[in-house]
């Protein structure tokens, strides 16, 4: 019965994070002459908390995994379960009004129950989350967050314990917060899928639909029904104009002390650091996060310095364990778009820009997608539909967003590189320059091979831009990746960049 096997330990990125663990997995043998209720696209915790619930209601569901669950972001996320969210309740009301903002906390609070009533083997830990704040500045907005969270109904307190070496001028607490391990929990559900009847076919890039009669195909998959639980849904299409790409890094590191924080721990800087223990392979270790910055705008390595400067200002580090970046996206008008997909046929459906909090609205959105593949009413599905119309307020972000792509469409083609030559390319780095006036995104590996790559984005044209940590060609419109072969490892994009043979000596 046993067709396929999987090792969950890879994912879109160089860098290891400590969730990567091997994993071995058998799969039952798909079928492919039915015609199944649902296709899901994507194994992370969107795509299996939503291939779950509809297995477990009746149906019969196929997932398919571009490569193995878990590979994209939920594999590099730091696993924060929290009743607060990037998006502030005050934001959203403003943006929303009181009822939508209500709605939206209690979106984030079943996200949470489903998590808690899921996991099984998966560290799932309750401890506190705190937010403090260091200037007046600061101070205001935290007095902000705590009157739009009490206004909304979610329980949050001022305190002045804190358990962290900054020094701070307030403090807002919130009980039981949760932390896990991601992949552990993505094999609970998908223990439970599987289990309930589902399949999963792994290494199977869906790269859209053809839709006759009802029935859409995808080589030689058909369902009644498809879901792209794939943050941005493959190829040009409206969100991305609505979402823009986002990296976060995070490093865990060995104190001297052997001391560390059992709580989920958040400054309030711009961009933000977090710090939060989690036991991995016996080993405590403090995981310390933030500085997120716009995909492909910033040099990673430089954010990873940063990091690394701040934890060794507050903290004795003996070791560094890990070090690894992800990436989300986030909405142009604060809430995630979930449901079914503008200028698409009827009966497919997304979920994206759910910010910093994957995991909540990760799991709420598996709830309110399987609802309405079963043609159940979900009480989120109007706050959150990918059609609604803009509040005015996101208007100009929306205009900002936009300009930017332009900007990069444009200027990163005529952008002086101040590394013309191959020759100067160090093993182990990649650049984008010119050859024969050619752009070319060149790659040396270690052995001292260059990779070359045409370096316009196979989605919409833009230049891709180097991301050393990760070793991968970043693209800084709407968030494509490749690897160093030019391999498509986050979408929109569908395409490999193509190789090209070029001269080294030029
Ligand atoms: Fe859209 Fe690259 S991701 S142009």
């Given at each position: 019965?046993?067709?396929?096997?999987?090792?969950?330990?890879?994912?879109?990125?160089?860098?290891?994070?400590?969730?990567?663990?091997?994993?071995?997995?058998?799969?039952?043998?798909?079928?492919?002459?039915?015609?199944?209720?649902?296709?899901?696209?994507?194994?992370?915790?969107?795509?299996?908390?939503?291939?779950?619930?509809?297995?477990?209601?009746?149906?019969?569901?196929?997932?398919?995994?571009?490569?193995?669950?878990?590979?994209?972001?939920?594999?590099?996320?730091?696993?924060?379960?929290?009743?607060?969210?990037?998006?502030?309740?005050?934001?959203?009301?403003?943006?929303f009004?009181?009822?939508?903002a209500?709605?939206?906390?209690?979106?984030?609070?079943?996200?949470f129950?489903?998590?808690?009533?899921?996991?099984?083997?998966?560290d799932?830990?309750?401890?506190?989350?705190?937010?403090?704040?260091?200037?007046?500045?600061?101070?205001?907005?935290l007095?902000?967050?705590?009157?739009?969270?009490?206004?909304?109904?979610?329980?949050?307190?001022?305190?002045?314990?804190?358990?962290?070496?900054?020094?701070?001028?307030?403090?807002?607490?919130?009980?039981?917060?949760?932390?896990?391990?991601?992949?552990?929990?993505?094999?609970?559900l998908?223990?439970?899928?599987?289990?309930?009847?589902?399949?999963?076919?792994?290494?199977?890039?869906?790269?859209?639909?053809?839709?006759?009669?009802?029935?859409?195909?995808?080589?030689?998959?058909?369902?009644?029904?498809?879901?792209?639980?794939?943050?941005?849904?493959?190829?040009?299409?409206?969100?991305?104009?609505?979402?823009?790409?986002?990296?976060?890094?995070?490093?865990?590191?060995?104190?001297?002390?052997?001391?560390?924080?059992?709580a989920l721990?958040?400054?309030?800087?711009?961009?933000?650091?977090?710090?939060?223990?989690?036991?991995?392979?016996?080993?405590?270790?403090?995981?310390?996060?933030?500085?997120d910055?716009?995909?492909?705008?910033?040099?990673?390595?430089?954010?990873?310095?940063?990091?690394?400067?701040?934890?060794?200002?507050?903290?004795?580090?003996?070791?560094?364990?890990y070090?690894?970046?992800?990436?989300?996206?986030?909405?142009?008008?604060?809430?995630?778009?979930?449901?079914?997909?503008?200028?698409?046929?009827?009966?497919?459906?997304?979920?994206?820009?759910?910010?910093?909090?994957?995991?909540?609205?990760?799991s709420?959105?598996g709830?309110?997608?399987?609802?309405?593949?079963?043609?159940?009413?979900?009480?989120?599905?109007?706050?959150?539909?990918?059609?609604?119309?803009?509040?005015?307020?996101?208007?100009?972000e929306f205009?900002?967003?936009?300009?930017?792509?332009?900007?990069?469409?444009?200027?990163?083609?005529?952008?002086?590189?101040?590394?013309?030559?191959?020759?100067?390319?160090?093993?182990?780095?990649?650049?984008?320059?010119?050859?024969?006036?050619?752009?070319?995104?060149?790659y040396?590996?270690?052995?001292?091979?260059?990779?070359?790559?045409?370096?316009?984005?196979?989605?919409?044209?833009?230049?891709?831009?180097?991301?050393?940590?990760?070793?991968?060609?970043?693209?800084?419109?709407?968030?494509?990746?490749?690897?160093?072969?030019?391999?498509?490892?986050?979408?929109?994009?569908?395409?490999?960049l193509?190789?090209?043979?070029?001269?080294?000596?030029?």
């Amino acid at each position: 019965m046993a067709t396929e096997t999987q090792l969950i330990n890879t994912r879109d990125g160089a860098s290891q994070s400590p969730w990567q663990q091997p994993v071995l997995k058998a799969f039952p043998a798909t079928k492919n002459d039915l015609v199944y209720d649902a296709l899901v696209v994507g194994g992370g915790i969107t795509g299996l908390t939503t291939a779950l619930l509809l297995q477990e209601a009746g149906k019969q569901v196929i997932l398919a995994e571009a490569h193995s669950p878990g590979f994209g972001t939920t594999g590099g996320t730091s696993a924060h379960i929290n009743t607060f969210a990037d998006t502030t309740y005050r934001e959203a009301e403003s943006a929303f009004g009181e009822d939508g903002a209500k709605l939206f906390a209690e979106a984030i609070a079943e996200g949470f129950a489903l998590i808690s009533s899921r996991q099984k083997d998966c560290d799932f830990e309750s401890k506190p989350g705190y937010l403090y704040a260091e200037t007046d500045n600061e101070v205001k907005q935290l007095d902000e967050i705590y009157r739009g969270a009490v206004k909304v109904g979610v329980p949050v307190a001022y305190t002045d314990q804190v358990p962290t070496p900054v020094p701070f001028k307030k403090a807002l607490v919130w009980d039981r917060q949760a932390q896990f391990h991601p992949l552990k929990y993505l094999q609970d559900l998908q223990t439970a899928f599987l289990a309930a009847g589902g399949r999963v076919k792994i290494n199977t890039l869906i790269t859209g639909v053809e839709t006759k009669d009802g029935i859409h195909v995808s080589g030689d998959i058909q369902a009644k029904a498809v879901v792209y639980a794939t943050h941005m849904p493959p190829n040009i299409n409206l969100f991305n104009f609505e979402c823009a790409p986002y990296r976060s890094y995070v490093m865990a590191v060995k104190l001297k002390s052997g001391k560390y924080p059992e709580a989920l721990i958040y400054d309030s800087q711009e961009p933000y650091h977090y710090v939060r223990s989690h036991v991995i392979n016996g080993e405590e270790l403090l995981l310390v996060g933030g500085l997120d910055h716009k995909t492909g705008h910033e040099d990673p390595d430089k954010a990873f310095a940063n990091l690394d400067q701040y934890v060794r200002k507050y903290y004795s580090v003996s070791s560094v364990k890990y070090r690894w970046s992800s990436q989300y996206y986030v909405p142009v008008d604060g809430l995630p778009y979930i449901g079914q997909m503008p200028m698409a046929a009827e009966g497919i459906y997304c979920a994206t820009g759910y910010n910093g909090n994957g995991m909540m609205l990760g799991s709420v959105a598996g709830k309110i997608l399987s609802d309405m593949v079963r043609n159940q009413p979900n009480k989120y599905e109007k706050l959150f539909s990918p059609a609604r119309i803009k509040p005015l307020d996101s208007f100009s972000e929306f205009v900002k967003e936009n300009a930017d792509v332009a900007y990069h469409f444009v200027a990163d083609r005529v952008k002086v590189h101040e590394t013309d030559s191959l020759k100067r390319l160090q093993p182990g780095t990649g650049k984008v320059v010119e050859v024969d006036g050619q752009k070319v995104a060149a790659y040396r590996d270690e052995a001292g091979n260059i990779h070359a790559l045409n370096p316009v984005c196979t989605h919409a044209g833009c230049i891709v831009s180097w991301n050393g940590e990760e070793k991968s060609w970043d693209c800084p419109c709407h968030g494509a990746r490749y690897d160093i072969r030019g391999k498509v490892l986050t979408g929109p994009a569908t395409k490999d960049l193509l190789t090209l043979n070029i001269n080294e000596n030029k």
